[in-house]
């Protein structure tokens, strides 16, 4: 099972900053904390909290396989290689790719809040989208 979304393992799940919680509303590219403002037409979400996902993987029989950023797990598994066919003189077709990876890999972006969890049976050979950023410990 592979799961990537954006979260924190406990203890930074669980620090004191987010006394409140992690909930957020999101309406028209603003955000707010009031889940009753438009309901219905505003997205709520919440971090997820990958110690407990690792903790019930494990508890049901399955081995951790892997716990790192979304950017090293994508550089991990070639991203760079869509880009690379493709030439910086070419900006029409370069320039769009490379602001697609900035966004996916860069640490102001999704690259470091997403996480990628993966947990499993019996995998016999280590999963390459974690050969380096493991983030286990942080669980």
Same mark, same amino acid.
């Given at each position: 099972?592979?799961?990537?979304?954006?979260?924190?393992?406990?203890?930074e799940?669980?620090?004191?900053?987010?006394?409140?919680?992690?909930m957020?509303?999101?309406?028209?590219?603003?955000?707010h904390d009031?889940?009753?403002?438009?309901?219905?037409?505003?997205?709520?979400?919440?971090?997820?909290?990958?110690?407990?996902?690792?903790?019930?993987?494990?508890?049901?029989?399955?081995?951790?396989?892997?716990?790192?950023?979304?950017?090293?797990?994508l550089?991990?598994?070639?991203?760079?290689? =869509?880009? +690379?066919? %493709? $030439? @910086?003189?070419?900006?029409?077709?370069?320039?769009?790719?490379? &602001?697609? =990876?900035? +966004?996916? %890999? $860069? @640490?102001?972006?999704?690259g470091?809040?997403?996480?990628?969890? &993966?947990?499993g049976? +019996?995998?016999?050979? @280590?999963?390459?989208?974690?050969?380096?950023?493991?983030?286990?410990r942080?669980?």
């Amino acid at each position: 099972m592979l799961f990537i979304d954006y979260g924190f393992g406990a203890r930074e799940f669980y620090h004191p900053q987010r006394s409140s919680g992690t909930m957020m509303c999101h309406y028209r590219h603003h955000a707010h904390d009031d889940p009753f403002f438009l309901p219905g037409l505003q997205d709520i979400t919440a971090h997820v909290n990958f110690t407990d996902i690792a903790e019930c993987g494990i508890d049901a029989g399955l081995e951790l396989a892997g716990y790192t950023s979304q950017a090293f797990f994508l550089i991990n598994c070639g991203i760079t290689e =869509l880009i +690379k066919d %493709t $030439s @910086p003189e070419n900006l029409r077709d370069y320039l769009p790719l490379s &602001a697609q =990876l900035q +966004k996916l %890999t $860069s @640490p102001a972006e999704m690259g470091e809040l997403f996480k990628v969890i &993966a947990l499993g049976k +019996k995998l016999a050979n @280590p999963l390459s989208g974690f050969a380096s950023g493991d983030l286990t410990r942080s669980l």
